[in-house]
């Protein structure tokens, strides 16, 4: 008989980003072996408003691959207005509430962090000394609210922070995407068990082909348009001398870039909107290079990206500081330019020549994807731990 497991998560698909991609995938790897139940909020992000599908419900279940999902009913709110933001927070945390006082929990459950006060609802109603609760820990908060200027060093930060604590304390082990997040962990609980558990893809390579030529080179961004990410501040930054500029999501930062495009008609800059996963892939391969910023080194981050980008072979172009820098300069992925710097940055996408992207060169990275970013040797590894 299967065993059972729930994931508790704040984001799953229709909804887009690497939150939900992640978690989905983790969900679908662990059906193979496992009843799997997923518990999340009604599909509200980025947009910050139900779905159409799913509005004036107050629970929705569905038994998608196997996967039971149970999404349930929050207050759903993008605002930048910090008291909404945490109403919506905590609706959902009431909902996960109601649903543990009324329904039989696993003795296995993953719980995703951040936001830390859905974590911490899940660690506080559901700690017994015999349930296996393991924290997946995608980004270190409070330290990235500190480091993105969205939190300051005061009395609601040190409550976050004693939450944080509280959360690695009850969890029997910790899963973090970052060798940062679980040095981290161990510095605050040095006994702690934990695991790397890295934002691997799990699609098939698709076979690498020669992309069009073009008198500029061709970087794209694709992902969400947030504050952390900065893609308005990059176009406003970057020269266009030899470039040309595509960009494809959605967010908080959509506006204003649609605005600055619009304001701008002879820089070659090219807003896409918003598409499926699916149909980005293709997408992605008539490009370049892709890029992947941050609008500040962010301790604990990897962007999920580097790992989808490399297994399609794309080469890359990091803007973020930190670990990520590690990935891409130990596995040959790409150029890297001094988080923050943007003189830096053009100075290096003026070193980066079209016929040097070759099919070798594109066929390297995705090799090096294959045997070094391995969705099920990480995933069996997990399996064995819980």
Avoid at 16 to 23: D, H
Avoid at 296 to 312: D, Q, T
Wanted: proline share 5%.
């Amino acid at each position: 008989m299967k065993k059972e497991v729930l994931i508790i998560t704040s984001y799953f698909p229709p909804e887009i980003g690497a939150a939900s991609n992640r978690i989905f995938q983790l969900a679908n790897g662990l059906q193979h072996d496992f009843n799997v139940t997923v518990l999340t909020p009604l599909p509200n992000y980025p947009t910050g408003k139900i779905f159409d599908d799913y509005k004036g419900k107050f629970r929705h279940i569905s038994e998608e691959k196997n996967i039971t999902i149970n999404r349930l009913w929050i207050y759903a709110s993008n605002s930048k207005n910090k008291l909404l933001r945490l109403i919506a927070m905590l609706s959902y945390s009431f909902s996960l509430v109601w649903f543990f006082m009324w329904n039989k929990i696993p003795k296995t459950v993953i719980v995703q962090s951040p936001p830390l006060l859905v974590a911490f609802t899940s660690m506080l109603f559901l700690r017994k000394k015999n349930r296996n609760l393991i924290l997946n820990v995608s980004d270190l908060w409070p330290i990235a609210g500190l480091e993105l200027g969205a939190l300051k060093k005061n009395f609601s930060y040190k409550m976050l922070e004693n939450i944080e604590h509280f959360n690695y304390k009850k969890a029997s082990l910790i899963l973090g995407q970052s060798e940062e997040i679980l040095a981290h962990v161990k510095s605050i609980f040095p006994e702690k068990k934990t695991f790397l558990y890295r934002n691997y893809p799990d699609f098939q390579p698709p076979k690498i082909e020669q992309s069009s030529t073009n008198d500029k080179l061709t970087i794209v961004y694709a992902g969400l348009l947030g504050i952390a990410q900065g893609i308005y501040k990059l176009c406003t930054e970057l020269d266009y001398t030899h470039i040309e500029f595509h960009i494809y999501g959605s967010g908080a930062e959509q506006s204003l870039i649609e605005d600055f495009v619009s304001q701008h008609p002879d820089l070659p800059i090219i807003f896409h909107g918003r598409v499926t996963r699916d149909e980005l892939h293709p997408l992605l391969l008539t490009y370049d290079i892709a890029i992947i910023p941050l609008l500040n080194r962010i301790y604990g981050s990897v962007p999920s990206k580097i790992f989808e980008y490399a297994r399609l072979g794309m080469p890359m172009l990091y803007f973020g500081g930190g670990e990520g820098e590690d990935v891409i300069r130990n596995n040959n992925l790409g150029w890297i330019a001094t988080s923050g710097d943007y003189d830096d940055l053009n100075t290096v996408i003026a070193t980066i020549k079209s016929e040097s992207l070759t099919i070798d060169r594109k066929e390297n990275i995705q090799n090096t994807a294959v045997r070094n970013f391995d969705f099920d040797k990480q995933l069996e590894s997990l399996k064995a731990i819980i």
